[in-house]
């Protein structure tokens, strides 16, 4: 019971220590009305952010990079784009993430929109905008993707990515 509750504490410690960091990813400041370009290793995050009701809605079109696509990969078995607002240094205030539904990868990309309220970045704060994603692509579609802890059959390849913010 002892051991149990040092771990609980030394948990609770370690967990209101940690934060998301962006400081490897590009990021750009966040101009409202204006049309920027933020490219990822996958994705060109073509986007314009905006103040909108109680939020920053940051909306556009993400286009798959295709000089370093992987030749096999023309189905998305998995897409998750996210957007996030950091601080200057590059810690995430706030974010927001988007699921798309299986689908053929195709040159014209996919649009997003993220909702960042406005109370997750303090008003004196040089906020800044980034993405990232995760995704699963294959040659063919399947019927359904396999359930967390199932892969695909041994005669499927399968080319998964990601890039975002990592935990400090």
Known sequence: MKKSLILL??????TGCSHLSATHLPRNQLVPDQAEVIALDFWDFHYVARTEGDGYLVSGKA??????????AEWFQEL?????????QGIV???????YPVQRMVPEGVDFAFRIPLEAVPADTDAQVTFGYRMSLTGSQFQSVP????SFSSDVDVFSAQQGPLPR
Do not use: C, K, M, Q
Request: glycine share 14%; no cysteine.
């Open 147 to 150: 359930r967390r802890g199932e």
């Open 9 to 14: 504490s030394f948990l609770v410690v370690l």
């Open 63 to 72: 286009l798959p990079n295709t000089r370093v696509w992987p030749g096999l």
């Open 93 to 99: 205030l706030g974010g927001d993430h988007r699921l």
């Open 80 to 88: 998750v784009l996210f957007g996030y607002v950091t601080d200057a």
